[in-house]
């Protein structure tokens, strides 16, 4: 079983900056993709970005695209999303996940593993 820890959420003001970061229990590390999800209150999760095994493709929601950037350290077994230019509307759980497989999805049904979400609010 892949454990997950995120880190980093917290609050900030809009234009503001934050860098999650999800250390991952796996031996195996870079044969997953792993995918950064949120989930607003009274909403469904939804996709914000995936980086492949290797970290040379990523893939990213549009409403973060060019604001977001997720990499990759598999020596440290670890992810991260930097979140730049903020928005409230960015304001919700962010959740790190894990997917045994070559190919990126988007959909959170596609992927196995979760961590425990960390909470990122964005003040107006």
């Known amino acids: 079983q892949v454990q997950l820890v995120e880190s980093g959420g917290g609050l900030v003001q809009a234009g503001g900056s934050l860098r999650l970061s999800c250390a991952a229990s796996?031996?195996?590390?870079?044969?997953?993709?792993m995918g950064w999800f949120r989930q607003a209150p009274g909403k469904e999760r939804e996709f914000v970005a995936a980086?492949?095994?290797?970290?040379?493709?990523?893939y990213y929601a549009d409403s973060v695209k060019a604001r977001f950037t997720m990499s990759r350290d598999n020596a440290k077994n670890t992810v991260y999303l930097q979140m730049n230019s903020l928005k409230p509307e960015d304001t919700a759980v962010y959740y790190c996940?894990?997917?045994?497989?070559?190919?990126?999805?988007?959909?959170?049904?596609?992927?196995?593993?979760w961590g425990q979400g960390t909470q990122v609010t964005v003040s107006s």
């Open positions: 996940s894990a997917r045994r497989s070559l190919t990126i999805s988007t959909s959170p049904n596609a992927y196995a593993h």
């Open positions: 796996e031996r195996s590390f870079n044969n997953y993709v």
């Open positions: 980086i492949s095994w290797s970290g040379g493709s990523t």
